[in-house]
Nanobody
Framework: QVQLVESGGGLVQAGGSLRLSCAAS????????MGWYRQAPGKQRELVAS???????????NYADSVKGRFTISRDNARNTVYLQMNSLKPEDTAVYYC???????????WGQGTQVTVSS
């Protein structure tokens, strides 16, 4: 059974920092592209950041323009965990953040339950 369990969300003032974690089980973590998405009320879910498999594609990172220079995605393959370090948070970062695991080779796509991030002005 695949599980992606997010943690680390919460309420923070603008300019503050949070670190999200996503612990994965039931997948071969090292061959999955891991991503963080977010969905604000009334908006579509959007990609925040992703990090590719270190085995197949060298662990390349990709960021939405709105978070470049403020957010950092990383992965610990020994712990089957992906992180999102969020600095200089803005009210517009307020959303539910979802962890995603994707393996295009076998066409698998898994999601976590989401964690709320609220940034007050």
């Amino acid at each position: 059974q695949v599980q992606l369990v997010e943690s680390g969300g919460g309420l923070v003032q603008a300019g503050g920092s949070l670190r999200l974690s996503c612990a994965a089980s039931g997948i071969i973590f090292g061959i999955n592209t891991m991503g963080w998405y977010r969905q604000a009320p009334g908006k579509q879910r959007e990609l925040v950041a992703s990090i590719s498999s270190p085995i197949t594609t060298g662990g390349r990172t990709n960021y939405a323009d709105s978070v470049k220079g403020r957010f950092t995605i990383s992965r610990d393959n020994a712990r089957n965990t992906v992180y999102l370090q969020m600095n200089s948070l803005k009210p517009e970062d307020t959303a539910v953040y979802y962890c995603n695991a994707r393996n295009p080779v076998v066409d698998s796509d898994y999601w976590g339950q989401g964690t709320q991030v609220t940034v007050s002005s």
